[in-house]
């Protein structure tokens, strides 16, 4: 492949962040790589594992000659990030991100003084339970998707440069309006979550935890998550997410009433069905 982009900013080298970076190297897309964040250690890691070619500790001066910049932080302080880096920021430079709620960034960014930067929304839907950009590998996003969300204003040309790299590191490449992305999160990712961390918690209470064994482990790998992040995100996305724990509980509350009520036909047609949907799901990505 083409070299895509000459330099990319990255402000959060952690596990997405440093994916990219590793990935888009590997693949010839991007010459150089400038890193920023807080954490001058983990800085410094990025260095040593060949993530990135420099870092800063500024984030206006990381972003100086650069033709794209990702913004890797959460969907909160991303918005502060942005506002501080747009008088850094080169001519026609591509600002995108990679947090997991759109509405609201998305809106934000788009109320800004952005000038003749060209901003795109994104999200890959990919990641593990770790964080750090020691956790970060090439292959992260190989047969996983990534939502882009572009509004009317936004730079076709843009969305087109995105749209490839984003190919270009093995993503299948999904174009979503903003607030239906929040809603379809809601029901595959931030509710999960919800579900794993009161499970966990659940059996915690009880004393139960200490007989768990694999099938517990495996359902609630994700509670395993950074909670200061998923916190965020639930309050970033509560609208979609308090519907999507209306329809939980609801669904919830009709296999208690038929293990209640002892009927075995009705957990029968759910368990058939969830299965038959979920196994069908996993062919479909050549997962079975």
Known sequence: MSVLFQQMTIIGVGLIGGSLARAAREKGLVSRFVGA???????????????????????????????????CTPVRSAVDVVRNILPGMESEAILTDVGSVKGPFVRAVESLNLGDVRFVGGHPIAGTEKSGVEASFSALYEDHRTILTPTASTSRQALEKLH????????????????????????????????????????????AVSYAAGGFRDFTRIASSNPEMWREICLDNREALLASLDAFVRTLAGLRRAVEEE????????FSSAKEGRDGWLRERGWL
């Open 37 to 71: 964040g807080r954490s001058v250690q983990n800085l410094e890691k990025a260095i040593s594992l060949g993530v990135v070619d420099r870092f800063e500790t500024d984030h206006r001066e990381a972003v100086k000659g650069s033709d794209i910049v990702v913004v």
């Open 164 to 207: 490839a790299l984003w190919e270009g590191v093995g993503a299948q490449v999904d174009i979503l309006d903003p607030e239906r992305h929040d809603r379809i999160l809601a029901d595959i990712s931030h509710l999960p979550h919800l579900v794993a961390y009161a499970l966990v918690n659940m059996a915690l209470e009880g004393g």
């Open 263 to 270: 009927d075995s036909e009705g957990m029968n047609r759910a």
